[in-house]
């Protein structure tokens, strides 16, 4: 079973010998998946645990707020995730604020890998960079870990073997697809449908009017929603039920002439109960088509229908 483990839980050591990758693991998708399975195999093979350190919020929060990229997992959500892989034995949680931006990276090369994890391996991406201005990264890590006693392994972008572009697994490029509606690839990246995390609240009931009841789900601005349309989806509620779902996901143009933000509402189908207050999670499986304005409720409603049938199609449901 995965330790996690918090850098505020005092000062003890973590692991007394270790194979440690460190990363912001955002998404946790299939390229985090091989590196930590990389990670597992290095540490069996030596009988050392396995480690993987991460942090708190997205670094880029704290050093460039203004172009800090929105996260495709919470810090819960990633930590799962990690979890679920049952690839790592410890699972190290740093926090990372002004003052942690600051630290130096032999500072922390000393407090985190040396003092507090004993590290005799660490893989990292080759362009991996860490510690104030960015001046650590894989050159430096192996100069310091001669004299430490550590090896460090630099990893490149891992790719699809069956991907004839050798497009590589990325954060980066699982937000390019999203940001176009392109769930059905972000899918293959990740290792399964985006999913985003959040309570389902009372909204103005303008499903229920028109017969679609739906559950307004409110996510944390710091997640990245796809591209505004219909989407055929699961919604998963507290109890862990899976219900598929026609997801909408916009600013309900038929209604609404300058509504300023884009609302998440899943139609759960053959569905009737109360979610309110529920935490929930909803997964994007495929894209259905574009947000619309219909000239009458009566267009919108068949079109509705429509997306349900779609959904069901979809999602074999």
Known sequence: MTRIVWESEGNTKWSDGCVVTIGVFDGVHEGHRRVLQLVRELADARGLDAVCVTFDRHPAQVVRPDSAPRLLTGLDHKLDLIAETELADIVVVIGFDEQRSHESAEDFVNEVLVERLGARLVVVGADFHFGHARAGNVAMLDAVGADLGFEVLGLGLVAPPDDPGHVAYSSTRIRELLSTGDVRSSSSMLGRPHEVRGVVAHGDARGREIGFPTANVLVSEE???????????????????????????????????????????????????????????????????????????????????????????????
């Open 223 to 317: 997640i990245l929603l796809p591209s505004d349309g219909i989407y055929a989806g699961i919604l998963v509620t507290s109890d862990g039920v899976e219900h598929p779902s026609a997801i909408s996901l916009g600013r309900r143009p038929t209604f609404y002439a300058d509504q300023g933000y884009s609302l998440l509402e899943a139609h759960l189908l053959d569905f009737e109960g109360d979610l309110y207050d529920q935490m929930v999670a909803v997964r994007f499986v495929d894209w259905i088509r574009g947000e619309a304005k219909y000239d009458s409720v009566e267009a919108l409603i068949a079109q509705i229908q429509r997306d349900c049938d779609r959904a069901r199609e979809i999602l074999g449901a």
